[in-house]
Nanobody, 116 residues
Framework: QVQLVESGGGLVQAGDSLRLSCVVS????????MGWFRQAPGKEREFVAA????????YYADSVKGRFIISRDNAKNTVYLDMSSLKPEDTAVYSC?????????WGQGTQVTVSS
């Protein structure tokens, strides 16, 4: 099993920045990549960003490209999502996920609210 714990969410104003963290524990060696997803009220969960554990490959949704940066610290088993130029439409519950033949493991999520 793999456990994921997110932190860093909060209430910010439009244009502000915020950093989310996701600490990974357990059978981390079985995972190949980490990702961030978000779900706004009344909407389906959507992909935000992903990063490989072993390479520098990163992937972003078009809606966040140029504003969000995903990074990892392998020594700390932690994945970060640095969000800047936040917009009200970025308001959502953000969850991290670990990939092991699909997005198999999920955290509980952290709320990000961006006021206009």
């Amino acid at each position: 099993q793999v456990q994921l714990v997110e932190s860093g969410g909060g209430l910010v104003q439009a244009g502000d920045s915020l950093r989310l963290s996701c600490v990974v524990s357990g059978r981390t060696f079985s995972t190949t990549a980490m990702g961030w997803f978000r779900q706004a009220p009344g909407k389906e969960r959507e992909f935000v960003a992903a990063i490989s554990w072993s390479t520098d490959n990163t992937y972003y949704a078009d809606s966040v490209k140029g504003r969000f940066i995903i990074s990892r610290d392998n020594a700390k088993n932690t994945v970060y999502l640095d969000m800047s130029s936040l917009k009200p439409e970025d308001t959502a519950v953000y969850s991290c996920a670990a990939q092991d033949e699909g997005w198999r493991y999920w955290g509980q999520g952290t709320q990000v609210t961006v006021s206009s």
